[in-house]
Every structure is written in structure tokens, then in C-alpha cells.
């Protein structure tokens, strides 16, 4: 088993560096990928599931997830929505156009844990961009794990993200993928309804799985609860919470959950170990 | 300013240098007392009021910017000082839940007066910093940071709690996993001159955080003001050796009983107290649905001004501004989680409701601090109730709760601490 390329640290963390976005790619309604190179060259490494905090000069800064492979650290990849003003301004911005990136934060997917393990992803529309680069990691090394598994649900037939990507991985004989859309026009021939209904449905040996979940916040019990059914406890249940974040590296204070930062403690957590404060209302 | 960033890689190589260069000036200077204990004087002086005027004298000569109490605007507020009588002479103040007046004593002590809205943390944690600014150039932009200033600071006056409150934030910023360069800069060489409360203001509760009212570590000198003098104890090799340039005489016995008595006084002063600070995680933690977080939510104006005053609260927002060239500053300034926005994330506010944003504040001052940087967030400066506008007092908070906890089996189990 080779290693993933160890991420560094910098002087000033909160000085960002400037990268070049070199393709501008639409992926649905209001969501771009940008690629992205490093003005001075160096490969930018990280490991699924860490975030950068990026910069649009002038503008703002926002934090987003790495939706990349850590194979290959060249090419850095980020998968944005428009939802803000700084999200918004970024919508416009061509190739060419340069960024600051402050990073990689955040602590990743814990791939070793589900070493020996059957793997469970289950996620929905853009969430499915925190977890692709450890869906490309798991299949890099995929004779490390047992059977592997992607859920992944939309709204409608036009939110499926990354399609090239899916139909992919659903060619491949060792992994199976269970896309399913909410509403879909009559003719559609693929599945239909929640992403409950996809996990029910997954070959996987429930006590032996480890289940990654990339939702919203809401939606994440749901989950959880669900994996629980198929015998897939919370000690091996992994999730990804969200909270505004300023500096990336807990001394902004804004992300606090409780006792942990979720810039540099999170924003992958085990459930069973945020249950109780996941479970209070506006924590 | 500094060039960094896009720039060819000599000037990062430059600031390498300087950063480890530092860093070794600031680790030599942490070693330095331990090393040299065995220098210090073995007995407190005794420095008359003259001897005070050439302690101040002494740390301008040595190129420190001295910092101490003044009276402006009606309060005790840190700021430049160059001899005696810039300091709060003859003045003392009176303080309750949301209610602060300074007063003349009948007497000429210098440090008659308790902790005002000013903390230390304004010098080394600054309410607003340029991070970086950004200029249009060759190669797309080019990111630079302001050098930091080069004089040390010479803290005069500091308190039991704030020093417990700079040992605080030195937990966050410089011993995480992060460090903030803005604070190790300033941090570095500080010289701080203690002094033991004579009085306890009238919302003080020191005593019961283990923080006060007598300075126990963490300065260079320490003051207690008696009637015809300072007593003055030696903290640091560095301490000493400043001490022995300033006219003064070993304390007798009696001078050292009576500096032992006053500040046993202030500590029996005290009439506001938080018992056994040590169970608060759990006993939070396990109600954050108790109702007297509605209770207080009905008064929290949800102002901000306890996170404000507060010598330990540290969180930061950023704004960008542009100028008509193109470039771009990053500012940093201190934000309070008393904001709407504060957790503002796509979609609405993570804590929307005022009892939401006074349960973060208080359950990560008192409990969730511990477990993020092994000590509490409070050190029982009391000004988050003197500078509350409608006067709600945390002990009293706390005291509620503790009165009426939710069953043990209802109460959510508190978390592990992160890693």
C-alpha cells in the first residue's frame, strides 16, 4: 500500500496562496468545479476530506471541500455552489482567473478505519463532492476493502453531479452504485425515492461495514438511522457537520461544537461521538 | 510590508530565517527563569513611591513601550504611561452588576482601583489587524504582510486574573496546533510588572476561579502597594536584575506580613463567588435544556459587550476592503458570538435565538474551554457582569442552574474532549 503525499504547513496560515483557476467546468444548476494550479508550481497535498478556505480578491472568503483526487496533487479541484454574495461573484470568474487557497484544514476521512471492511457511501447532490476524493482513494486501494457501495440520491434527474464519474464507477465489476432521484418525468428508467430505500438495498454485511455520510445537517439523522437498520452502528458511521468558519485553523472561534473546533477537530466526525450534542437544537 | 506568496523564492526564504530566529529569541526567554532561579533575590524589596517613578524610568531606558492603568473618560483604561503620576493616583472605583464609577480615595494609592473595561489582550490579541494586503502585479497578485512591530511591550499593573488571562490566551494562540504569528509577535519580550489587589471590586470572584487576588506566576516583578511602599517580589532572573538597578531595600518582616494580610483581606472581600469551577463542564454540558437559559434570555440584550470586555474571549471576524487601485486588505476584527451572524452559515443562523447565543457563550467560557485548551475560559475578572448593560451575573447563573439540574439520566453525557 502506498501512502497518500503528507499535506504541509505554512508560515503565516492566514496569508493565502495564489492559484491560477485553469478550467471553469458547469456541473448543474448553479454549482462549477474549478481546477486549479498553484501560481509557483508546488503540488498542493491533502487527504479526502479536508477543505481549503478560498479567497476571491476583493470579494471574500469562504470555506470549501476538496473535491479532487490526492493522487494526483497538481491539479487542485473545488466544487462550489452559488449561495452567497462571495459564492455568487465566484460563479463568474473564468479560467485564467487567479484565487487565493489558504490550506488543506480540517481533519480527513478516517480510509483506514474501514480497512478489512465492507464501505458504505451515502450522500445527496453536492455532497457528493467532500466524498469523491475518498471515493477515488478507495478505489485506488481497493483490494483493501470488502464490497463497496455508493448511495447517492438527487431531487430531480438534472442535480446528479459528477455523472462521468458514476457511470465510471458503476462500469466497474467491484463497486456498486445506487443513484437515485426523487422525482423523475415518466420514461426515466432509473431509480426512483429516497436514499433510504438505496441503502436498504445495498449488498453490504451491515456489522461489517463502515459507512461514509456526506448530508445535510438535517438529513443526517436520517441517515444514520437508516445504516442502523442495515446493523451499521454509529461507532462506525462517519459524518461531515458544517458551521461558518473564518480561519481554518480554530482561532477564529467561529465553528465551535461544543468542545471541538470543526475547522481542525472536525468537520469529519464518528456519530456516535457528537450524538449527544448533535442532538441538542441550535448547538 | 513584506512580500510573501507570489513572489520569487527569496523573500519567503528571508522570512523563514526571521520566523525561527524568533522563535528561538522567544523559547530562550521562556527558559530563562528556570535557569537562573537560583540568582534571584532570596527576600521581597521594599520600593518607596520614587522607586517607582525609576522602575518606569528603567523600562523606557530599555526601549520598552510601558502600558499601564490611566483614568480617561471616566474609567481605568490601559494606555501609554510615562511616570507616577499618569497612573490612577487617588483613585478607586466602585463597581456592581452593570454599574461602574470611579471615585476619589482619601488616600494617594496608585493601585487603588480594580480591573475597568480595558484588558491586556487589546495590546497583544488587537481588536483590529490588517492580515495581509493584496496588490494587482505580474504574476496576477501579489500578497504582502505588515511588518510586526519591533518594540517589546512592558505591562504595568497587571492583575492575578489577567495574568491568568494572558496565560489563557497564550494556550490559544501559541501552543495549538496553529500559531498566530500576530500574537507571538507582540507576546514576545512582554515584561510584566504585577500588582496584588489591595480591594476587591465589587464584582470580583478571583478567589473562587483560582486566579487571585496574589500574582503566583507569570510576571517578571510583582507589586503589593503598602502604606509607604511597594513590596516587590522577583518572578523571573530578568525581574531581579531590573530590581537591582531601582533603590530599594529588603522588606522586613513585618512589611512582608502586612503585604500577606492585605491581600488575604481582598480575597475575603470578595462577595461574589463560583464554587468548585472544577464540575462545571459536566454540570453545563448536562443541561443545556434547562430552563433558566429561557430565563436569561429574557434580559440578554444579546450586545456583545461581556465578549468585549472579556480578557480571554479571542474570536475574530474577517472583512475584506478594496480601493479603487484593486487591492485588497484583510482586517481582521474581534467578533462576539452574541452576533446573529456568527454562525451564519448558508440558509439562516446556526443560533438564531438570543438563549442559544448566551448558552455558546457561557458553556464555552466555563466548560467547553477545558476540554479545548485544559483550563477554564473564566478567571473571575468580574467585568462581563459589571459591563452587562442590564447587570446579568454569571456566578448567579451558574448558581441557578447548580440549584435545579436536570436529572442525571435526562442529561445528554458530556462529549470527549477532541483529540
Redesign the interface.
Known sequence: MDAMPAPVRH????????F?ITRVIREIDGVFTWRLAA??GAPFDFRPGQFNMV?Q?????IPVSISGDCRRPETLVHTIRA??PVTEAMQGLRAGA?V?IRGPFGRPWPIDAAIGSDVIFVTSTIGLAPLRPLILEVLHRRQDFGKVVICYGTRGIHDIMFEEDLHAWRARFDTNVHLTVHSAPSGYRGRVGGVAAAIHAARIDGPATVAFVCRSEALTRQAVNTLGERGVTPDRVWVTL???M??G??????C?F????MC??GPVYRFD??E??Y????? | MQHVGAEPPDPPALRHTADRSRRIALDQCAAAPNADASRMPPAPALLTRDGLDALLAALHADGFRVLGPTVQDGAIIYDDVVRVADLPVGWTDRQDGGSYRLERRDDTAVFGHTVGPYAWKRFLHPPLLRLWRAEPGADGVEIATDAHAAQPMAFLGVRACELQAIAIQDKVFLHGPFVDPHYKARRQGLFIVAVNCGQAGGTCFCASMQAGPKAEAGFDLALTELADGFLVEAGTARGAVLLDRLPHRPASEEEQQQAAAIVAATAAQMGRHIPDAAALPALLLGNLDHPRWDAVAQRCLSCGNCTQVCPTCFCTNVTDTTDLTGATDRTRRWDSCFAVDFSYIHGGAVRPAPRSRYRQWMTHKLASWVAQFGTSGCTGCGRCVTWCPVGIDITEEVAAIRAAPAPAAAAPAAPQSPP
Open positions: 508560515a503565516d496560515p492566514m496569508v493565502p496562496r495564489p491560477r501560481v509557483d479567497t480578491f476583493g470579494v471574500g472568503e449561495v452567497g487567479i487565493g458544517e458551521r461558518n473564518k480561519c485553523i480554530g482561532l477564529c472561534g467561529h465551535q461544543g468542545p471541538s473546533f481542525k477537530d461521538e457528537i449527544a450534542l442532538s441538542v437544537r441550535e448547538f
